[in-house]
């Protein structure tokens, strides 16, 4: 795909506004700057937020697309399933149990080539009933070709809603892709965005192309046979092909972001924070990088050389590049705001990951810690992260420390 | 390795499942009883629960677990020893979901061995169907008429035991009669059963089939594109909508043809065929509107031919019907090509419903036909009638 250049005084004015406003109203946002088609709701929290603001966006005029109010997830992303074949761009989401409701339609995107946006509200799977954020529910759709990307500011989120079309819609992905924002801390609080001009919009987002894939009356195709023995493994071939180009793609994509809207992002999988000389760094998903660089900052003081990496993207998982990254520090300290019951050492998705990605492919061995925090909405405090932190450093003495650990539980 | 032997057997879906498990289920248990050991399966890709679509039931038996475990290591067997086909319409050939394009019922026979058919029809009639292949084989047909029964009921007219009684004549070296005596009298524990098998054994013969004997009709090839050239999206090509077409007699361009999968042919699901009277034809269209198929060519006439390639013999053209014997729907067994009828009466119409007339007298009456089981009692009608017809041999 050709680079896009953009006039340098353009470069200068990078936004048109700034606003307080919420991660969910961010995302409604980038909705309506990326003129979606087709947008189906079903309210559950903390999803809900964005289908309320978008419905307002729609109310007041401010944006023009079809909004369906669905009888239930499953017909939810169903609805948004069938849109995009049809050529529509839509944008969808739901949190929690209601992920997991959509999930038959959920299983089917990725091998249809549908370049659905959802924002996933983390949240706590019910059982027991909770609202607060759990990263389970959208990592459950972590094997099944869906990109899956964590962000943890308003801002981020708004910037990376518009990444994610130009991506999810590249001919050599066409792939859905979820956006993952923490419930509460980002779905539901509000901070200070800067809104991109449309013009930069649409000079970032070009229209959704869906080519020789289109369903319409014009391009007839029939979508989705059964197909058995003799087809279905070609078929998956497809989509780990979507795989093994995917990080490419995402990095042509944030360099062309940079250069429209000027606002830098660095390594698109992850960011690095007070990771220059440190021995040890923390890592993690979403919003509890704030408590996270708070304490790594009062440490920091302390004289304690941490760090903290703050992962982007989960899917793809940019194996190499994460495990180069972490090879050089003494030990890891994972936080893995999930649980994976009964994996390896009983740890959480990313430091099982993670593991996974230091085996192949990094130079040195250093410890792999993980610690299960902030589950169901609990908070992750400064005193836990420096907890974590003080655990990170006795393995990088070589002091052997419990795989899996618990922190800021009960008991 | 020691030896590995392989029956398959080819059967209908729905009407016929039950039969074949318990054939393929008596060859293990009865080859079992001279110490060897095997397995009976369904070929898994296949969709047994869909009236009438071909299928394939196996058993593999062998002298020792190691062989048998090299014969359980491949999905289905390459090559088998014996085919049993149990509803002789298939010698048309047989195209299930299982796999892609219409495949002869050989397809998987290793040259000099035996397929046995059951059939009421002798030889040359059932060859005119079977296509011609390169390698020489044995044909031996099972005289009877064909078992069909529903999903949840079985039609115990002892043609397990017969076909039982067959493959221990063809293949000894699979099983033999006093195996096959050995697991009836144990397992069935019906005596009466055991005569049958012995009956069948004693009467059943294979013919040569010659290299190159047969249906000459060349079955179109599918192949299976590399992932890379496959289109993505799990989409396909649709077919075009249609559109007018040149008469087969007059070669006047008119009327409508949908357009239709190159590939996927539907017909040997096909029991029975719909006959097609033009001269009473109201042209109302119920037949062509009502059609799952889209099997109806509209004529330049404004009557309507069934396209004999894409019709799989639901008979719903035959039930919405409204004139009288305008369609009936004939055991697909009379019949040894797919030529268009309209074709015939336009050539000409007095020979064509003279045809008619005798061809549908062989139809069975609608109340009467056994796909299943239309009223109580028809079971307790349908077994004696078949066990006289199996007992005459």
Redesign the interface.
């Known amino acids: 795909m050709a680079t896009l250049t953009v006039p340098v005084e353009e470069k200068k004015k990078t936004y048109e506004q700034e606003a307080l406003i919420t991660g969910a109203e961010a995302i409604a946002i980038a909705c309506k700057l990326a003129n979606v088609d087709v947008v189906t709701a079903y309210p559950i929290r903390p999803y809900d937020t964005v289908m309320q603001y978008i419905s307002q966006l729609v109310a007041d005029g401010e944006m023009d697309c079809e909004y369906i109010v669905a009888e239930g997830e499953h017909s939810q992303f169903e609805i948004v399933k069938h849109a995009s074949a049809c050529g529509a761009r839509v944008f969808c989401g739901s949190s929690g149990v209601g992920w997991m409701y959509a999930m038959e339609c959920l299983t089917v995107t990725p091998?249809?080539?549908i370049p659905m946006v959802a924002m996933v509200g983390n949240r706590a799977l019910d059982d027991p009933g909770a609202f607060g954020v759990e990263h389970n529910d959208a990592l459950a759709v972590r094997d099944l070709g869906w990109m899956l990307t964590w962000v943890d500011s308003a801002q981020e989120a708004l910037d990376t809603a518009l990444i994610a079309y130009r991506v999810a819609e590249d001919r050599r992905m066409?792939v859905p892709l979820a956006l993952s924002c923490d419930g509460a801390f980002l779905t539901h609080s509000q901070a200070l965005v800067k809104i991109p001009a449309l013009d930069q919009v649409k000079k970032f987002l070009p229209p959704y192309n869906r080519g020789?894939?289109l369903l319409h009356p014009d391009n007839?195709?029939?979508?989705?046979?059964?197909?058995?023995?003799?087809?279905v493994?070609?078929?998956r071939?497809?989509n780990y092909?979507v795989t093994e180009i995917a990080c490419d793609v995402i990095r042509e994509v944030y360099t062309d972001f940079e250069k429209i809207f000027g606002r830098k992002y660095g390594n698109p999988f992850f960011e690095e924070y007070m990771t220059k000389d440190a021995d040890v760094v923390l890592l993690g998903m979403g919003t509890m990088s704030t408590p996270v660089k708070v304490a790594v900052r009062k440490m920091r003081e302390e004289g304690k050389k941490v760090g903290f990496v703050r992962l982007r993207w989960f899917r793809p998982f940019a194996g190499p590049e994460i495990a180069k990254c972490l090879e050089r520090f003494k030990a890891i300290g994972v936080i893995d705001r999930d649980f994976s019951f009964g994996s390896p050492d009983l740890s959480g998705v990313v430091a099982t990951e993670v593991r996974s990605a230091m085996y192949t492919s990094s130079a040195t061995r250093p410890p792999v810690l993980d610690f299960i925090c902030g589950l169901g909405g609990r908070e992750v405090t400064v005193p836990d992260v420096e907890k974590m932190t003080e655990i990170t450093f006795q393995a990088a003495k070589g002091k052997a420390q419990p795989l899996t650990q618990w922190i800021g539980l009960r008991g | 390795m020691g030896q590995l032997l392989a029956v398959e057997v080819i059967y209908r879906g729905v009407f016929q499942k039950t039969l074949a498990k318990n054939i393929t289920r008596g060859i293990v248990l009865a080859a079992h009883n001279e110490g060897k050991l095997g397995i009976s399966f369904g070929r898994y890709?296949d969709a047994p629960e869909r009236n009438g679509i071909p299928a394939k039931s196996f058993a593999i038996v062998a002298n020792d677990e190691q062989t048998l475990e090299a014969g359980m290591a491949q999905?289905e067997p390459k090559q088998v020893d014996v085919t049993v086909v149990l509803d002789d319409t298939l010698c048309k050939g047989a195209e299930s979901?299982?796999?892609?394009g219409l495949q002869p019922v050989h397809h998987a026979l290793k040259p000099g061995h035996t397929l046995i058919v059951i059939s009421l029809e002798d030889a040359p009639a059932l060859l005119k169907n079977i296509h011609r292949r390169e390698q020489p084989y044995k044909l031996g047909i099972v005289r009877g008429v064909t078992s069909f029964s529903g999903m949840w009921v079985y039609k115990d007219d002892y043609t397990d035991v017969r076909i039982l009684g067959a493959i221990a004549k063809a293949l000894p070296a699979v099983m033999s009669l006093e195996s096959v005596e050995k697991f009836i009298n144990e397992k069935l524990k019906n005596t009466l059963k055991v005569t049958t098998a012995r009956n069948a054994f004693e009467r059943f013969s294979a013919i040569g089939v010659k290299a190159g004997e047969g249906n000459p009709d060349e079955l179109v090839k599918v192949g299976?594109?590399?992932?890379e050239d496959?289109?993505?999206?799990?989409?396909?090509?649709?077919?075009?909508?249609g559109g007018p077409f040149a008469d087969p007699v007059t070669g006047k361009v008119g009327g409508f043809r949908p357009g239709r999968n190159e590939l996927f042919k539907k017909y040997s699901t096909r029991t029975q065929r719909p006959v097609v009277n033009f001269a009473t034809c109201t042209k109302c269209t119920l037949c062509w509107l009502n059609c799952p198929d889209a099997a109806f060519d509209i004529t330049t006439a404004g009557t309507y031919d069934t396209n004999l390639e894409a019709c799989s013999g639901c008979g719903i053209c035959e039930e919405i019907c409204p004139v009288k014997n305008c369609i009936t729907m004939v055991n697909e067994s009379e019949f040894h090509d797919n030529n268009s009828q309209w074709a015939a009466f336009e050539k000409d119409k007095g020979a064509y419903l003279k045809w008619l007339g005798t061809t549908i007298q062989k139809a069975e009456p609608m109340e009467k036909r056994s796909h299943g089981f239309r009223y109580r009692g028809q079971y307790q009608e349908q077994v004696p009638e078949a066990l006289e017809i199996a007992n005459k041999g």
């Open positions: 091998a249809l080539r066409f020789d894939l007839v195709i029939s979508v989705a046979p059964q197909a058995n023995e003799d087809w493994m070609e078929i071939r497809q092909a | 890709g999905y979901w299982a796999w892609s299976l594109p590399r992932w496959m289109r993505c999206g799990v989409s396909i090509k649709g077919q075009a909508p």
